[in-house]
């Protein structure tokens, strides 16, 4: 009888053996899953930008054998004019839309290089700012397109030396409008740190 015990608390033990075994290889899975999925995007300016699509080929508006010099009308008779173009350019930004943002990076976490404008800072510690691509985009210059702009928050906030210190950002990455006083931004960033580009 106390064999029969044994063999079956051996069995019992042996089970919950395995299903331990089991549950520590699923969660090391997830482990590797989840730090595959947080791992560092090193990012680019240019990979803010959505690539453009194909351009349309334009119509030919000559027949298929081309003008013959020889049948330009000598009556007078005006030859039809091009459409004007690049009137688009001349609307507002605004009126435009915002830029298109590349939607695959959203809950990245990345690193990026720009430059700061201040939103809110208490003396010289910032803890909200516009990171841009270039000094002086947003204060002496017309705001970038808003895919072009990035909206950082950080809770600990960091020291500036001067008005256009180049800083790296690390943090989770969303694709989130977020409007400013001075200008849209197309992303986000909740910044983990907020690091001091070498002179």
């Known amino acids: 009888m106390r064999a029969k015990t044994m063999s079956a608390n051996t069995v019992r033990a042996k089970a919950i053996a395995a299903g331990v075994v089991a549950l520590l290889l699923a969660w090391s899975g997830t482990q590797a899953r989840s730090a595959s999925d947080t791992a560092l995007v090193e990012l680019k300016w240019d990979q803010l930008i959505p ?40 609307v507002p930004r605004k009126a435009r839309g915002p830029a298109a943002v590349v939607e695959d990076l959203d809950g990245k976490r990345v690193h990026i290089g720009g430059y700061v404008v201040p939103l809110d800072f208490s003396a010289t510690t910032i803890t ?72």
């Open 51 to 90: 690539p453009a699509p194909p351009k349309p080929r334009k119509p030919s508006f000559l027949p298929p054998g081309g003008f013959d010099i020889g049948s330009v009308p000598d009556d007078g008779t005006a030859l039809p004019t091009p459409m004007q173009e690049g009137r688009w350019m001349s």
């Open 128 to 199: 909200e700012f516009l990171l841009v691509p270039f000094v002086g985009a947003c204060i002496h210059v017309p705001a970038p397109p808003s895919n072009q702009i990035i909206y950082v928050k950080t809770e600990k906030g960091f020291d500036v030396q001067g008005s256009f210190d180049a800083v790296y950002v690390t943090g989770l990455l969303k694709v989130a409008s977020t409007a400013t006083g001075l200008a849209d931004a197309g992303y986000s960033i909740e910044a983990e740190k907020v690091d001091l580009a070498a002179r």
